[in-house]
């Protein structure tokens, strides 16, 4: 609302409250002899207080055509001046001098969120050069395909994949996640994360500019800068009441003057008038409380685009989850290989070979399966993907395909074969492998529930969720299993969907309340867009999740979900207790000027105290516990390293004879 710099506005405070300082000893009766510093400290009051907040009102007015309520204060303190009470108008513009300074500090404890993510990344890193020599470069320089060396301790300079090296990686600062995550050769780091145990070679996959930590903060940027509903009906309001309060003022000083009190005491309670209508304590009461909202939760490893995404989320009451990746871990295993042919390792070949193509979770299990038993992927080129369907390309043999049902309907085959019968009984996922309209086998693909996703649920429920659905394109045993560990009501279970699917339910769900919609960002991005508010999970190093949706998870824990939208609720709930008593607050002081010898300095601290109060109630937020990490009491994702020894055991390679 203060236009003034904050290093100016301070100092002209600590000024005003020096002259007013000096006002008070030289007209206080009890001190003797000092009785000239009184009109040098009311000078020193009336050009520190009142010239800058009139430079800055008046700019705005003839600059952008803006009245700012400053220019309330200013009118007051002038007219308190004209009819003999120059004191009472220094008391006003100290008091409103302190607040302003008061109000820059608070609300920028909540802006500093930028500050503190800037303040995580590391200046310099160790570069290897192709001689194996390392040297250290400013991270500015490095450039994709760079291979850095991370020592024990320290930060990750920016987003890269492991080269060499395992070792524990501390997120927390990304994620929000108080336990340290396994990473291997292979597996993605980020940026600001710190590197706990080891040493590592990192090959840079994103410049400094275009990391993680630097979209986080593009996204906290943009999301301080964008203002929610509530806080653009407050602007709207507070120009076209400040101009209320100034007509209003002007005809009570009319209405004083002709009931027969002379023309100082009508212009004095007019300026009375102008102080206690003042709406500064309404218009600050939001955005108070969505800044301080919006940095809490960005440092809790919740990224909200904006002040509208957060009051939104506040009003949700329906729940739609997207299956694999979001309420699972989307560290799906193979279990079993059917090959008809009987030729295992050329059928994994095949099929590995078109997945490398795919980041889907189902795929990233396939190429682990083929890794396991040292199995060279076939090289497929040409290939496109077919949402919540497959994958389609060709090999030097022509076309294949693989994926779900609906693909093998789309190539016009069929799985009515003996073989495939125990997968398609079972509850798991079943991917074929066909070329042309022959299906050459299948494997099946077991994926688990993510420890947190149970406890979030249920904490949603609580939090005054009326409705949970999810929505999976996998089958349907496959979806009730996963459904009935984490509590849903078979009726609340949509398998089989497509993407369209998907975004036709989601427009049901709306119809009867506000809906939001969660998950991977990539294939649900039209249900994400369809939703009321878009929810993208686990969205650290994802460009497309932090596109597509209104707010990104960072953290894999789904507990963060719930601990956002009951921040959200409580935002709204504080957003309503501001507005309650700042209008409150402002209707005794109005009353108490029009109907009562209400005096001026008390409507200064009046007003001046509201305004402070209802910033820090805001500010109560940037404690709140979405920022806290409590191992003991929220469940953590164990990480999933593949293990060779263990794949073996658990997949079960077998051809059709053998089955």
């Known amino acids: 609302m203060k236009r003034v710099s904050f290093d100016f506005q301070t100092v002209m405070s600590g000024l005003a409250v020096l002259g007013m300082i000096l006002a008070i000893v030289g007209t206080w009766p009890p001190v003797e002899g000092f009785a000239a510093l009184r009109w040098p400290g009311l000078a020193l009051v009336y050009l520190a207080g009142g010239l800058p907040t009139a430079w800055s009102a008046l700019s705005a007015l003839w600059r952008e055509h803006i009245l700012d309520i400053d220019l309330l204060m200013v009118v007051a303190a002038v007219a308190a001046a004209a009819v003999g009470a120059p004191f009472e108008g220094a008391v006003l513009l100290t008091l409103f001098s302190v607040s302003t300074t008061l109000e820059h500090q608070a609300l920028g404890r909540a802006r500093r969120a930028v500050e503190a993510l800037m303040a995580l990344r590391p200046e310099t890193a160790f570069r290897k050069g192709e001689d194996g020599t390392v040297t250290e470069v400013p991270t500015v320089e490095l450039a994709v395909g760079d291979v850095v060396v991370l020592r024990p301790g320290a930060r990750v300079p920016t987003d890269g994949l492991i080269l060499h090296g395992r070792g524990g990686i501390d997120e927390a600062n990304i994620t929000g996640e108080s336990m340290p995550v396994s990473k291997e050769p292979g597996q993605q780091v980020f940026e600001a994360t710190v590197n706990l145990e080891g040493v590592l070679d990192v090959t840079v996959t994103k410049t400094v500019g275009d ?78 409380a969505i800044l301080s909202a919006l940095s809490a939760a960005a440092r809790g490893g919740v990224l909200f685009k904006g002040g509208g995404a957060l009051e939104t989320l506040a009003a949700v009451d329906t729940f739609a989850f997207d299956k694999t990746g979001t309420l699972t871990n989307g560290r799906a295993a193979v279990t079993r290989v059917i090959a008809l042919d009987g030729e295992e390792r050329r059928f994994l070949s095949l099929l590995s070979g078109l997945e490398a193509h795919s980041e889907h979770h189902i795929a990233a299990a396939i190429r682990r399966e083929a890794l396991v038993h040292g199995i060279e992927p076939a090289e497929v080129v040409d290939v496109t993907s077919h949402p919540s369907a497959g994958i389609v390309g060709h090999d030097a043999s022509g076309l294949i395909w ?80 996963i459904g009935a560990e984490l509590g849903l009501a078979p009726d609340e279970i949509h398998a089989e969907m497509l993407p369209q699917d998907k975004v036709r339910k989601v427009g049901e769900l709306a119809r009867d309340g506000k809906v939001a919609f969660v998950g991977d960002g990539v294939n649900d991005a039209a249900a994400l867009a369809r939703a009321d508010v878009g929810i993208a999970m686990g969205a650290a190093g994802s460009d497309v999740a932090l596109q597509a949706a209104d707010v990104a998870l960072l953290s894999e824990d789904m507990t963060k979900l719930a601990d956002a939208h009951r921040l959200a609720r409580r935002t709204a709930g504080i957003i309503r207790q501001n507005l309650v008593f700042a209008i409150g607050a402002m209707l005794v002081l109005v009353i108490g000027g029009l109907f009562f010898d209400l005096p001026l300095p008390l409507a200064v601290i009046g007003h001046e105290g509201g305004t402070v109060l209802v910033v820090l109630n805001g500010l109560r937020l940037l404690s709140d516990r979405i920022r806290t990490d409590d191992e003991k009491t929220r469940p953590h994702r164990q990480p999933d390293l593949p293990d060779p020894a263990s794949s073996r055991l658990r997949s079960r390679v077998t051809s059709p004879t053998a089955s």
């Open 211 to 288: 990391s993680t930590i630097a979209r986080m903060i593009q996204l906290v940027t943009e999301a301080q800068e964008a203002k929610a509903p509530s806080e653009r009906f407050s602007a709207w309001f507070g120009q076209r009441y400040t101009v209320g309060v100034l007509l209003g003022a002007g005809l009570a000083f009319v209405v004083i003057y002709w009931l027969g009190r002379d023309w100082e005491q009508a212009l004095y309670r007019a300026a009375t008038l102008l102080v206690a209508a003042s709406p500064c304590a309404i218009v600050i009461s939001v955005p108070a």
């Open 402 to 481: 693989a994926g779900n049902v609906h693909i093998v309907a789309e190539m016009g085959a069929s799985v009515d074969h003996a073989a495939f019968q125990e997968l398609a009984d079972s509850a798991q996922t079943v991917i074929y492998l066909g070329r042309g309209s022959t299906v050459l086998g299948a494997v099946s693909v077991a994926d688990e529930a993510r420890a947190s996703s149970a406890s979030a649920l249920a904490a949603l429920r609580a939090g005054g969720v009326s409705r949970i659905v999810m929505m999976t394109g996998d089958r349907k045993p496959v979806a009730l299993r």
